[in-house]
């Protein structure tokens, strides 16, 4: 079993990945749901640092710094981190922002590596629906230094369409050219779980057709 079918694993035995009738952010409604904040020992932080390090490993991808937006991106930094480190030797440092500019101490509203002009950034999230909080993560961090955003690492691949036919990742990677890694897609998660018989043919249809609905043209 490879690191993706762990991680479908992962999801479903956390209570990440849900099904049922939900409504999305943008108002879809949706026969699944993956709620990241369900996420809350530190067992299961440390293993979802682990499966990011994976996909980051196996993108071949070097940069400089993991960027992590708050809130949500600053475990996933920090414990991917780590993991990179302990699984692969790799000693990429962190850094993510500060909600509120601090204005005593050192101030600043980046923590962690500092941004400088040239640096080469990888931005970590959850899950990318609309891409809305990339595009405000790039403006922020470009306040404070001309970064290269080179890559930014999801934990699912929901393959909606965005504002146009593409996907919102793949629109991020067209119109910004910032190369787009999940650890896995819709389609993956649906192909597994219904080959292990834990996806009944009712629910599969729903996310077939929600898919069928809402899905992106990525050909």
Not at 55 to 78: H, M, R, T
Not at 118 to 134: C, L, P, Q, S
């Amino acid at each position: 079993m490879g690191y993706k079918e762990s991680f479908i694993d992962f999801m479903t035995a956390s209570g990440v990945l849900t099904f049922g009738d939900f409504i999305t952010k943008s108002g879809r409604r949706t026969p699944y749901f993956i709620n990241t904040g369900s996420y809350r020992t530190g067992a299961q932080v440390s293993s979802l640092g682990d499966f990011y390090a994976d996909c980051i490993q196996e993108s071949k991808e070097n940069f400089d710094v993991l960027f992590g937006p708050a809130y949500k991106g600053i475990p996933l930094a920090v414990s991917t981190s780590i993991s990179l480190w302990r699984k692969y030797g790799r000693d990429i440092p962190y850094s993510f922002n500060r909600k509120e500019i601090k204005d005593h101490g050192e101030g600043g509203a980046i923590v962690g590596q500092q941004l400088c002009d040239g640096m080469r950034v990888a931005i970590i999230e959850d899950v990318v629906t609309a891409g809305t909080a990339v595009r405000e993560t790039l403006a922020l961090m470009r306040i404070f230094a001309k970064v290269d955003v080179t890559a930014l690492y999801v934990s699912v691949d929901r393959m909606e369409r965005g504002s146009g036919v593409l996907s919102a990742l793949d629109e991020l990677q067209k119109t910004l050219g910032i190369k787009v890694y999940p650890i896995v897609t819709v389609r993956e998660i649906i192909s597994y779980l219904s080959d292990s018989g834990r996806l009944g043919a009712e629910q599969a249809a729903r996310m077939e057709s929600y898919l069928a609905e809402f899905g992106a043209d990525n050909g």
